[in-house]
């Protein structure tokens, strides 16, 4: 069975910073993309950056471009998303997705809020 689990989130201030996991089981983790989505509360979802399987090439939304970084361990089979500067905007749950086997797999999702 295909799992993606979130952890990281929370409440942080504005110009803080998070750092956000996703843990993957159940693919070839190593043979797969790897994607971070967010939905703002009210709002429907939005990508937020892609890494290749390999972890050498990296992908970001123009809203997150030079704030956020994402990585990968192949070996852990582990995602991340190292997240500066956050803003209000980026208050939102954040999702860990991959298209495997034709399938779009999402986990439960993080929650993160940025707030004063």
């Known amino acids: 069975e295909v799992q993606l689990v979130e952890t990281g989130g929370g409440l942080v201030q504005p110009g803080g910073s998070l750092r956000l996991s996703c843990a993957a089981s159940?693919?070839?983790?190593?043979?797969?993309?790897m994607s971070w989505v967010r939905q703002a509360p009210g709002k429907g979802s939005e990508w937020v950056s892609t890494i290749n399987s390999a972890g050498g090439t990296t992908y970001y939304a123009d809203s997150v471009k030079g704030r956020f970084t994402i990585s990968r361990d192949n070996a852990k089979n582990t995602v991340s998303l190292q997240m500066h500067s956050l803003k209000p905007e980026d208050t939102a749950v954040y999702y860990c997705a991959a298209e495997i086997n034709d399938d779009y797999v999402r986990g439960k999702g993080t929650l993160v809020t940025v707030s004063s």
């Open positions: 159940g693919f070839s983790f190593g043979n797969y993309d």
